[in-house]
């Protein structure tokens, strides 16, 4: 089965960039969703389509695409960026989606 | 504003079967497809499958294929997920999800 693959971690100091990566072979044709979840709570969706930011996500969140990854950069990461962050696919059929591993982002 | 809300917390007995709701609010119930996800403790999200609430067509993901089914109600814009022979690995939270949007969550339990 198709799979998305991440970080276990990554950690940085507040005010510093984060960068969480995503490779999965058929991102070249398909679009990634990125989604922040914090403890209790249900995913928030901070990027869509490899790079748009819904309204009320903050700027210092983006996404870029490069072949087979995909980043979601946090810019001046703050205190309340710590959370679990998931990128979403699906498979080149488009049949099935998928979601990576996750990534817990700790915020020094 | 749009609103996924889920049913309760369920517990159940290895083998049974549950069925969770998600009641729509705010969009056209027809009109964008509904996913489902689960999440167990302290793991990541596993999407389980989708449903067009237009024409009831469905997928599953392959590992659900067999256990789970969904379905949904246009007349009361409610989607529906029950999956059968439950094991202890189904204990989780499962989520009812459209782009952006999602469902609070329903804490589903398998014990003996």
């Known amino acids: 089965s198709y799979e998305l693959t991440q970080p276990p971690s990554v950690s940085v100091s507040p005010g510093q960039t984060a960068r969480i990566t995503c490779s999965g072979d058929?991102?070249?044709?398909?679009?990634v969703y990125w989604f922040q979840q914090k403890p209790g709570q249900a995913p928030v969706l901070v990027i869509y389509k490899d790079s748009e930011r819904p309204s009320g996500i903050p700027e210092r969140f983006s996404g870029s695409s490069s072949g087979t990854t995909v980043t979601l950069t946090i810019s001046g990461v703050q205190a309340e960026d710590e959370a679990d962050y998931y990128c979403?696919?699906?498979?080149?059929?488009?049949?099935?989606?998928?979601f990576g591993g996750g990534t817990k982002l700790t915020v020094l | 504003q749009v609103q996924l809300v889920q049913s309760g917390a369920e517990v159940k007995k290895p083998g049974a079967s549950v069925k969770v709701s998600c009641k729509a609010s705010?969009?056209?119930?027809?009109?964008?497809?509904i996913n489902w996800v689960r999440q167990a403790t302290g793991q990541g999200l596993e999407w389980m499958g989708w449903?067009?609430?237009?024409?009831?067509?469905?997928g599953y993901a392959q590992k659900f294929q067999g256990r789970v089914t969904m379905t949904r109600d246009t007349s009361i814009s409610t989607a529906y997920m029950e999956l059968s022979s439950l094991r202890s690995d189904d204990s989780a939270v499962y989520y009812c999800?459209?782009?952006?949007?999602w469902g609070q969550g329903t804490l589903v339990t398998v014990s003996s």
């Open positions: 705010g969009y056209t119930f027809t009109s964008y497809d």
């Open positions: 999800w459209i782009f952006s949007y």
């Open positions: 979403q696919s699906a498979d080149s059929s488009a049949t099935y989606k998928v």
């Open positions: 058929a991102l070249p044709k398909q679009y």
């Open positions: 449903m067009n609430p237009n024409s009831g067509n469905t």
